[in-house]
């Protein structure tokens, strides 16, 4: 470091050189120093002294710069043309991320090492998104090019839109924006300080609008973000946000701008959910948008919120129809101590998931509330538990689902070690009899706390997450005995006796269980970020066969690359099905070639390193003899010695006592 | 593999080793005493008393008539074999944690600790090999202090007068005898200590352990890295397999860390890794603890596993572990 000093006004002629050992740490201190404010007069400047020689010698003579070349972009969804159909997933550890093929040769696509703080695929899976310190990164093609960036420093939680227009961003930190810094409609200007939350368009890469967090009413110290903050329409035409207590805003897309110009005011509103479309909303939603006659009305969005009981009134679930903000159906609950919303993932079906406490408020029942919304009027059900209900989870496009329920006494305070002995039930849609859900099946005396539906529907997971000595992984098929599609119509079996238990495995300590879009596969990890016992991933098919288990240190997520719904007409589909003997025939063939191929590639690396060893060997050998020769000695000690040895014969004995007995002689 | 169970020892093991023949098994161990097994039965034969501290080395030479024995009493003892008998005593400033007999048998190094002052150093000691083994000098012939990160293991190298060493930073290094130099280094050859260090049967190569979760496998000459066998678990021990293209390795969790954690992530096995293709062929199971030492019988028939348990584990191979050919024709020299 040195100090350029003026003598003749007794100063520092106010700049430094600092020298650093290596360019990284240059680059770090010109990153974190530059523009560093010592005072309010006195501000930090930072320049690369290579930077100084390049703009000393500028060429001052104007060069036409070359217009670009256009260059075609890549396929943003190549990996779905995978002649094997092979699924995708991203391995997070220490901070490099890698993408690879799910199939027989594992292959890593890409390896990035670039202090990536979390990733996440967008909901279909065109983009990986990467967190950095500066901002959010999106990927994509067949070589993972950047393809997007959003300047959100010190961004933590990201969330896309159902259709991966939109991205919203939440950073701890509320957003500064400093002097001098870049303009423009990528970047945050002075409006957006102190705000939190961000919303981009992801093909633009514009940032749409900023909001501050709101948090839940109450003591500061219980405030806790509810992420994703912003809910988005399962058509990205809308984004809403609640203001816990006050009122629901949604927002129009792409404007931004509040619908209506006016949020909708629900006095005590907690939280609110989208209906989210099935396959026939959409196919209709394309029709009406494409103008074909015969197109019903577009179906409006629906959402779903519930109020908690207020002064005399009671508590409240509210179907809602938006835009025109007509109330569907309202249903009173009492005794309510919280709400959940959980929507069938195609939008036939809401369960609100209601905890009870008697009038005394000692003990908490569960309630569950179930909405047909497909149906005139909406009819509710009501399902009642007597034990507390831990998880709730939907059988994706079917009518089933599964509770876990507890009447642990040591559900409300976990300790270290504990573990909580659970329920697991599963209930169906009885449509022969009076069309309400009933119990199929009832597993008593579990510990786990998870499920995981595969995407298909029909099979299910069932694990112990989080906990120190048990870490079961059950897989559970629902419709054993029929391997048709049109299962439910033509069964007569007894009630419930499809569901069989086709395996179990175990994963020490993991944290995260997620299948493959396919329904084929599950993944299950253990992560640093939870803690550091044999971090690692395994998968696992459906019938709980370990495929693949990889412990890794510090390794921390695991994602499988989402799929975007097939293009396939129900027509295709039913051929394809029809024709399965004759595919499944092709892929085993395929398996077997595959098969041989890298068992041949094998043995030739072993022959390849057995050869390099030999002759390595041999030439030690050389050497040895050389040198014991040099020294004036046998060249090999060892032979007759051993010829001597050969002659040696061993004998044993084995001396075993059989019984002792001990005889006293009384004379 | 029907393993026998070796209960002689009260607390954890620090070394175990054959004599050439492999029909002995000597042991040292935390509770100051060393034992002498048959390896066929496990039938002890008898121990060493004499250590007033744990002994953390042994070592017997080629003729299985002098066994030689480092201690944290400070004292390097020379045993008669065949009596049981200490023949002499030597005695340091600091704790003896590694020695060795050279390939003629007529030398002896030892590694002491650095601490309490003492710097660590190198000794060499001539082995008088005359009369009852008595009359043996109190002078080293050379002695000399490795600079950098403390020496915890040596071994004679390939050559005479060339001392291969381990140390704590995982460096392993060469150094010539008489002078003290270091003649050769690797200092990344680990990331953490090197736990143990077992040589060829002609010394041309060795393999290391280390707490970083890896073993590895070094040219002596050039100490240049030849494999890696990389494990989920800090390593403790790892021994070559003669007549076999394996190694073995040895280890678990922390001692002390291992209460936090259950059974079986403690992951307390032998593993079996093919030395060529650097991938694991098996685990043996049994001990309670982590591993501390492993060794194989010179024949190659049987191997042992000493643990912090207390125990050690002799397994005899069956037959089909010398039939089998789980890699196809493949010859690979030894």
């Not at chain 1, 295709?572 to 003997?581: A, E, G, S």
Request: negative net charge.
């Amino acid at each position: 470091m040195t100090v350029p000093w003026d003598d003749a006004k007794g100063k520092s002629k106010g700049f430094i050189f600092v020298e650093f050992k290596h360019a990284e740490d240059a680059t770090f201190a010109l990153n974190a120093m530059n523009g560093h404010p010592f005072d309010a007069k006195h501000t930090f400047f930072i320049t690369r002294f290579t930077d100084i020689e390049r703009y000393a010698n500028l060429d001052e003579t104007y060069v036409e710069p070359k217009p670009e070349e256009f260059k075609p972009r890549e396929h943003l969804r190549a990996w779905l043309g995978d002649p094997q159909a092979r699924d995708q997933y991203v391995t997070y550890r220490g901070d490099e991320v890698e993408i690879h093929w799910h199939g027989k040769p594992s292959q890593c696509e890409i390896a990035q090492k670039k202090n990536i703080l979390y990733t996440s695929w967008s909901p279909l899976g065109t983009y990986l998104a990467s967190l950095h310190r500066q901002g959010v990164r999106l990927w994509g093609g067949p070589s993972f090019e950047p393809q997007q960036r959003f300047a959100h420093p010190l961004v933590k939680l990201i969330d896309f839109s159902p259709c991966e227009n939109y991205l919203v961003t939440w950073s701890h930190d509320p957003i500064m924006v400093p002097e001098g810094a870049q303009q423009g409609p990528q970047f945050f200007s002075p409006e957006d300080e102190g705000n939190n939350i961000a919303v981009w368009d992801v093909k633009t890469g514009n940032l749409l609008r900023t909001f501050p967090t709101a948090y839940p009413d109450g003591d500061d110290s219980k405030r806790q973000l509810q992420w994703p903050a912003l809910k988005w329409s399962p058509d990205d035409k809308f984004v809403g946000r609640v203001t816990p207590g006050q009122q629901i805003s949604v927002y129009e897309l792409p404007s931004m701008g509040l619908q209506g110009k006016k949020s909708i005011k629900i006095e005590g509103v907690v939280d609110f959910e989208w209906c989210p479309l099935g396959d026939k909303d959409r196919e209709e939603a394309e029709k009406g948008a494409n103008g074909a006659k015969g197109a019903k009305k577009v179906k409006e969005n629906m959402l779903a919120y519930w109020m908690p009981e207020v002064a005399n009134q009671p508590a409240r679930v509210t179907l809602m129809e938006f835009p025109s903000r007509t109330v569907l159906r309202q249903k009173n609950l009492f005794n309510v101590t919280d709400c959940k919303l959980y929507w069938q993932n195609h939008g036939d079906f809401l369960c609100v998931k209601v905890d009870r406490h008697t009038k005394t408020k000692k003990s908490i029942f569960c309630n569950l509330e179930i909405f047909r919304v497909r149906e005139k009027d909406f009819p509710v059900e009501v399902v009642e538990l007597k034990d507390t209900v831990t998880d709730f989870s939907w059988e994706p496009k079917g009518e089933r689902f599964v509770i876990i329920s507890s009447n642990d006494p040591n559900l409300g305070n976990p300790g270290p070690g504990i573990t909580i002995k659970t329920d697991v039930s599963f209930y169906q849609l009885d449509v022969r009899g009076k069309g309400d859900f009933r119990l199929l099946r009832t597993l008593p005396a579990r510990t786990s706390n998870t499920v995981r539906w595969s995407p298909r529907g029909r099979h299910v997971m069932l694990a112990t997450v989080g906990s120190s000595s048990k870490s079961e992984l059950e897989f559970w098929d629902l419709d054993f005995h029929n391997d048709d599609f049109g299962r439910r119509e033509g069964s007569k079996d007894e009630w419930g006796s499809g569901i069989q238990h086709l395996g179990t495995a175990d994963h020490y300590a993991l944290t995260d269980a997620e299948w493959d879009p396919s329904g084929r596969y599950l993944a299950t990890s253990a992560s640093a970020w939870r803690h550091t016992l044999e971090n690692g991933y395994a998968i696992w098919d459906f019938r709980g066969q370990e495929i693949e288990k990889h412990i890794l240190d510090r390794f921390k997520q695991f994602l499988w690359r989402p799929r975007p719904p097939s293009l396939l007409t129900k027509e295709q589909k039913r051929q394809v099905r029809r024709n399965l003997k004759e595919y499944s025939r092709q892929f085993e063939e395929e398996d077997a070639a595959e098969e041989s191929n890298v068992s041949a590639e094998l043995v030739a690396l072993r022959k390849r390193l057995v050869d390099e060893w030999n002759a390595w060997r041999k030439r030690c050998k050389e050497e040895i003899a050389d040198e014991r020769k040099r020294r004036g000695k046998k060249a090999d000690v060892d032979s007759d010695e051993q010829k001597e040895e050969e002659k040696e014969e061993i004998e044993v004995w084995i001396d075993e006592v059989i019984e002792q007995i001990e005889e006293e002689v009384v004379e | 593999m029907r393993p026998i169970l070796l209960q002689g020892h009260e607390r954890s093991l620090t070394q175990i080793k054959f004599n050439r023949e492999g029909d002995l098994l000597f042991s040292a161990s935390k509770d100051h005493v060393i034992n002498v097994w048959f390896t066929d039965n496990g039938e002890r034969l008898g121990t060493y008393d004499g250590h007033n501290g744990t002994v953390w080395t042994i070592d017997v030479d080629s003729q299985s008539t002098f066994l030689v024995s480092g201690s944290a009493d400070n004292l390097m003892k020379l045993w008669s074999v065949q009596t049981g008998k200490c023949l002499f005593t030597w005695e340091f400033n600091t704790a003896v944690k590694r020695v060795a007999f050279s390939e003629t048998d007529d030398q002896i190094v030892c590694v002491t600790e650095q601490r309490m002052g003492y710097q660590g150093a190198i000794w060499i000691f001539d082995i008088n090999r005359e009369g009852d083994g008595t009359q043996q000098s109190k002078e080293p012939a050379n002695m000399f202090h490795p600079v950098g990160s403390k020496a915890t293991l040596c071994a004679f190298a390939h050559v005479p007068g060339m001392i291969v060493t381990g140390h704590e930073s995982g460096k392993v290094a060469l150094f010539d005898a008489k002078t003290g130099e270091e003649v050769q280094s690797n200092e990344r050859a680990h990331m953490d200590v090197v736990t143990d260090l077992q040589l060829s049967s002609d010394r041309s190569y060795f393999v290391t352990s280390s707490k970083d979760k890896t073993a590895r496998l070094h040219e002596t000459k050039t100490l240049e890295v030849l494999k890696t066998y990389t494990t989920e678990t800090p390593l403790n021990s790892a021994a070559l397999s003669p007549g076999k293209p394996y190694v073995l390795l040895g280890g678990g969790q922390e001692a002390m860390s291992v209460t936090t954690t259950s059974l079986r992530q403690g992951k307390f096995e032998t593993r079996f890794w093919h030395k060529i293709f650097e991938e694991e062929i098996g685990r043996v199971k049994g001990h309670f603890g982590p591993i501390n030492t492993i060794a194989v019988s010179p024949k190659g028939d049987c191997y042992a596993s000493g643990g912090e348990d207390g125990f050690v584990r002799v397994h005899h191979y069956d037959e089909s572990y010398f039939r089998a050919k789980p890699y196809g024709d493949l010859e690979v020299d030894e």
